[in-house]
Nanobody, 123 residues
Framework: QVQLVESGGGSVQAGGSLRLSCAVT????????LGWFRQAPEKEREWIANIYQYSGATSYADSVKGRFTISQNIAKNTVYLQMNSLKPEDTAMYYC????????????????WGQGAQVTVSS
């Protein structure tokens, strides 16, 4: 079993920054890649970014490319999402998730999920 615990959510004004953390435990073979998703009220869950744990290779959704950065600290078993230049439309519940695939943007490919961290961006 893989367990993921997010932290670092909060409220910020447009143009500000936040960093989310995701503490991960469990067998490495069950979490080949780690990703971040978000879900706003009455909207579908949206993939944001992935990081392949073995090489650190990353991928991003167009909606956040250039503003968000996913990274990992292997020694601490933690994945981060640095969010800069935040916009009101970034307001959502943010989830960390683990997949055995190398790079997927489909929520169905992620087997393990954290409880979520709320991010609210005001204009």
């Amino acid at each position: 079993q893989v367990q993921l615990v997010e932290s670092g959510g909060g409220s910020v004004q447009a143009g500000g920054s936040l960093r989310l953390s995701c503490a991960v435990t469990g067998p490495s073979y069950l979490r080949t890649s780690l990703g971040w998703f978000r879900q706003a009220p009455e909207k579908e869950r949206e993939w944001i970014a992935n990081i392949y744990q073995y090489s650190g290779a990353t991928s991003y959704a167009d909606s956040v490319k250039g503003r968000f950065t996913i990274s990992q600290n292997i020694a601490k078993n933690t994945v981060y999402l640095q969010m800069n230049s935040l916009k009101p439309e970034d307001t959502a519940m943010y989830y960390c998730a683990a997949t055995r695939t190398i790079d997927s943007s489909r929520a169905a490919d992620f087997d393990y999920w954290g409880q979520g961290a709320q991010v609210t961006v005001s204009s």
